[in-house]
């Protein structure tokens, strides 16, 4: 158990050494200790003795000075150290509008020094930042965020519906003040529209504008001011956005109808600037809600995590925090109670939902010594079960970790994306300005060049180009989640939807990776505790499978002890050599065999004489001769790499249908074959589960692993399918060419509907108002194609 002390003011319990130490008292931030002493300061320290045992969320103005974001605390609760001893953390930026935005705020952090990676996603405002902690502090890239109009807060899943309720009550007030006004506007309008046609005096026509300028004001500087705030910082960033387009056409709108009005002649175009408004910040509102329903699937797990997990100590059952949990505590959990911790069971038994992790919805029944898996849910069950890992590296905090970073890695067409975007509202500004000086020079008159002008601005629409690419992403994560496959990086979608081949390994991925023993051969009588004790640690399934069929109570200790990555185990005990491990080992050190089978053989040698051979043979998987006659309509080529001897290979192979075999290779023999596919301009998609399949999977275009494969696999793996089914491996396939395409779809609409449009509004086709619908209706139409798909694949 750490050493944590809570915080005198939130009660929020964190490392002494991180706390900040104030005559006797102890407080996790700057925030908490400023409002410990305006308490006490006024009197009202009794509030901490009703208070006494209630956990506080952390002042929000712990996080209005920048500097509060060094402090140790947060660091603890928020930061993270990668491999590389980088300092890692996820934000949240308010502000973002459009993709102009993540441009300019990605722009702005890469140009920092120290800042090793900044990506934002644009669908949920999601910030994956990796820096150098001693070149640069998280309180200066925090500051560079707020001097460019943003601001950050860190990501905590338990409190962003918390910030989205937030960001929809603003949006609800602002829409209120705007759907009103603007619907009061056109009832005047009507007045209006009815006087032109039967006539109308211009003093009743400048009553009518008045009453509609009246209330159009409130809807362009109020409802609008988000693209005024939006519009100046980017021009004080030299940055052309979407919201300058909003803000300049509905301003423009504004000031000419109010010269109209003054003047008193002409016609006023304040219905437009209330309209203009009203329906961007509709279609806004609507886009903010389609995009959180497809990044809650992403969420949904970590979101609901309690924070206490219940332990057996000295007869006792406590509650005691989840990070406090170490390997081999003995956690206690009842029948409708999440697993939060990996473990073993030590008593009792039930039924366990593991849809969660694995999308199947049968639940597991479960009994003494067979494993639980955190993240799934107690059905009846009530267990007491043996840690297994610390919650930092259990299966539930990865899984957290791993859908939290999943979309951070834009793929290349997003990229293409975002380029095109970057100068997009540029050059709409330039094609208005020149639509509207050939207009008036044509010659029209200058209220209609302005109006022209004005719809090529507002029909414009980046968003949806912004749009297309992430939105589309964010399903195919979240379709994969649902169905228990796990893309560590959404650029992985796109890689594997252009897959030329697929290279998988035989034992656990084509077969169910649990060989029996079907046959003992002996040639010379020895202690079977030596063998089990052997194979007892190897987590290879072949070992795995003896291990199982020699197993006794008694164990030895060697003097020397080696495992070979696809050859076996080497031993040494009492100045003899124990071999156990397939026929390669056994040729390495000079031993010779002619016993032959069909099925998967260990040998076991004692000092060079093999003393047994076990025939093994392992199941083939549900679905596997139905994934490669897929992927071979879809034009993927199936090669199978396997460890295992040339029998054993062949009549997988035979069975599932695979007609390139490659047999009895090693780690580095993989890696070779792997290398000549891309020397080939292949891309190459490698699934394997092993510790002898890490360093093919790591060199892959994308690796794919089995959930129930070594951990160094998952580790190196860019996909883990949860479920071990070759049908997820199938849909994996499926979810990601079903993305790529969507995608493409997107990006289809977003051009065709700009390259349609803006040639329309230049023509003088299209008027403000209809403008401002297009211009809603477009970013609509690429959200609404994604949702399609995922309402489809749910069914």
Not at 322 to 351: A, F, M, P, T, Y
Request: net charge negative.
């Amino acid at each position: 158990m750490s050493d944590k002390i809570a915080c005198d003011h939130c009660h929020l319990e964190f490392s002494k050494d991180v706390m900040i130490e104030d005559d006797g008292h102890y407080f996790c931030c700057n925030g908490c200790q400023g409002v410990y002493h305006l308490l006490t300061d006024e009197g009202l320290d009794s509030f901490y003795d009703k208070a006494k045992n209630v956990k506080l969320a952390p002042p929000t103005l712990q996080y209005e000075d920048s500097s509060n974001f060094d402090a140790p605390a947060f660091y603890d609760k928020f930061v993270k150290i990668n491999s590389d001893g980088f300092s890692e953390v996820s934000l949240i930026i308010e502000g973002i509008h459009c993709s102009a935005c993540v441009w300019l705020n990605e722009k702005a952090l890469h140009k920092m020094d120290g800042v090793v990676e900044a990506n934002i996603n644009f669908t949920n405002n999601k910030a994956h930042i990796v820096w150098a902690d001693d070149i640069v502090k998280l309180s200066e890239i925090i500051d560079m965020i707020r001097a460019i109009g943003y601001n950050a807060f860190p990501y905590d899943a338990s409190l962003q519906e918390a910030h989205a309720n937030k960001v929809r009550k603003d949006y609800y007030l602002r829409m209120a003040v705007a759907i009103f006004a603007a619907m009061n506007v056109m009832w005047i309008a009507v007045a209006q529209y009815a006087g032109y046609f039967t006539g109308i005096s211009q003093e009743m026509k400048t009553i009518l504008n008045i009453a509609e300028g009246t209330l159009a004001t409130p809807v362009l500087f109020y409802s609008g001011w988000v693209f005024f705030r939006g519009a100046y910082y980017g021009l004080r960033n030299k940055v052309v956005n979407m919201d300058l387009l909003v803000a300049t056409g509905a301003l423009l709108t504004y000031v000419y109808s109010v010269y109209i009005t003054v003047m008193e002649r002409g016609e006023a175009y304040f219905d437009s600037v209330s309209m203009i408004i009203t329906f961007v910040l509709i279609g806004k509102f609507l886009e903010v809600l389609s995009k959180k329903s497809a990044a809650d699937t992403l969420d949904v797990i970590g979101k609901h995590l309690p924070s206490e997990v219940k332990v057996l100590q000295n007869g006792k059952i406590e509650s005691i925090k989840l990070e406090d949990i170490s390997v081999g505590d003995i956690v206690v959990v009842s029948s409708g109670e999440r697993v939060l911790i990996d473990g073993e069971i030590l008593k009792g038994e039930g039924s366990f939902d593991e849809s969660n992790l694995t999308g199947e919805s049968e639940p597991i029944y479960k009994k003494v010594d067979d494993k639980v898996i955190s993240g799934t849910i107690s059905i009846d069950a009530d267990v007491q079960y043996k840690a297994t890992k610390d919650f930092e590296h259990s299966t539930l905090s990865n899984l957290v970790t791993l859908l939290e970073s999943a979309i951070n890695k834009k793929p290349k067409i997003e990229q293409l994306a975002n380029k095109l975007s970057e100068h997009f509202s540029t050059t709409i500004l330039a094609l208005s300005f020149l639509t509207f000086l050939v207009w008036w020079l044509w010659p029209h008159d200058f209220e209609t060049a302005l109006m022209v002008g004005i719809s090529v601005i507002i029909i414009a629409c980046p968003c949806a180009l912004g749009l297309a690419t992430p939105v589309a992403t964010l399903v195919g994560l979240s379709l994969g989640a649902k169905k228990g496959i796990l893309f560590k990086e959404a650029a992985q979608l796109e890689t594997m939807a252009k897959a030329d081949v697929l290279v998988v390994d035989k034992t656990g991925t084509l077969t169910h990776g649990k060989p029996e023993v079907v046959k003992e051969n002996i040639f010379q009588k020895f202690d079977s505790t030596l063998l089990y004790s052997l194979v007892k640690t190897s987590k290879h399934p072949v070992a795995q499978g003896v291990k199982k069929f020699v197993q006794t109570d008694n164990e030895i200790l060697f003097d020397e002890y080696m495992q070979i990555p696809a050859k076996g185990i080497v031993a040494r005990v009492n100045g003899s050599l124990m071999l156990g491990g397939n026929y390669k080992l056994m040729q390495d050190n000079g031993i010779e065999s002619d016993f032959e089978s069909d099925k998967t053989l260990f040998y076991f040698a004692i000092d060079k004489n093999i003393v047994a051979v076990y025939e093994l043979e392992d199941k083939i998987k549900d679905g596997a001769k139905e994934l490669i006659d897929t992927l071979n309509v879809k034009g993927i080529a199936t090669v199978m790499l396997t460890g295992d001897h040339q029998k054993s290979a062949l009549y997988v192979s035979e069975q599932v249908g695979i007609s390139q075999v490659h047999f009895e290779l090693t780690p580095e023999e993989k890696l070779a074959f792997i290398d000549k596919l891309h020397k080939d301009e292949k891309v190459v998609v490698m699934v394997g589960d092993g510790v002898n399949d890490v360093l093919a999977l790591a060199k892959a275009d994308i690796g794919i692993v089995m959930g129930s494969g070594s951990d160094i696999a998952i580790d190196v793996g860019d996909v883990v399918l949860l479920n071990d089914s070759l049908m997820s491996l199938l849909d994996s396939f499926k979810i990601a060419k079903t993305t790529f395409r969507l995608i493409k779809q997107n990006f289809a609409i977003s051009l065709v509907y700009n390259g349609i449009t803006i040639p329309l509004a230049m023509a003088g086709l299209i008027i403000p108002l209809v403008a401002a619908i297009s211009m809603s209706v477009s970013s609509l139409l690429v959200v609404g194609n994604s949702m399609r798909i995922k309402m489809k694949w749910n069914k």
